[in-house]
């Protein structure tokens, strides 16, 4: 039973930042490809940046150079910092799992709102 819960959604203004958290159970997150996606309303979801289990990784072009995905194989935790957001970045944030073995899995989701 893998289960991903999300945290550190909120509102905050254009150009501030927000640190999103993905605590991770029945998987172990270094074996796993983990990733962020999000969904606006109306849109397709899409990557926002994932981290391989060799370390490598991968942004969306929307966010490179303002987002940050890490992982904390200690407390099983992949984090994404987000700085200098702007209102398109307003979006569902959803945590993904990949293990090595097959399979993938998702998160509740946590809401950014970029706002002035």
């Known amino acids: 039973q893998v289960q991903l819960v999300e945290s550190g959604g909120g509102l905050v203004q254009p150009g501030g930042s927000l640190r999103l958290s993905c605590v991770a159970s029945?998987?172990?997150?270094?074996?796993?490809?983990m990733g962020w996606y999000r969904q606006a309303p109306g849109k397709q979801r899409e990557l926002v940046a994932r981290?391989?289990?060799?370390?490598?990784?991968n942004y969306g072009d929307s966010v490179k150079g303002r987002f940050t995905i890490s992982r904390d194989n200690a407390k099983n935790t992949v984090h994404l910092q987000m700085n200098s957001l702007k209102p398109e970045d307003t979006a569902v944030y959803y945590c993904?799992?990949?293990?090595?073995?097959?399979?993938?899995?998702w998160g509740q989701g946590t809401q950014v709102t970029v706002s002035s």
């Open positions: 981290i391989m289990p060799g370390g490598s990784i």
């Open positions: 993904y799992a990949a293990p090595s073995y097959s399979g993938s899995y």
């Open positions: 029945g998987t172990i997150i270094g074996n796993n490809v």
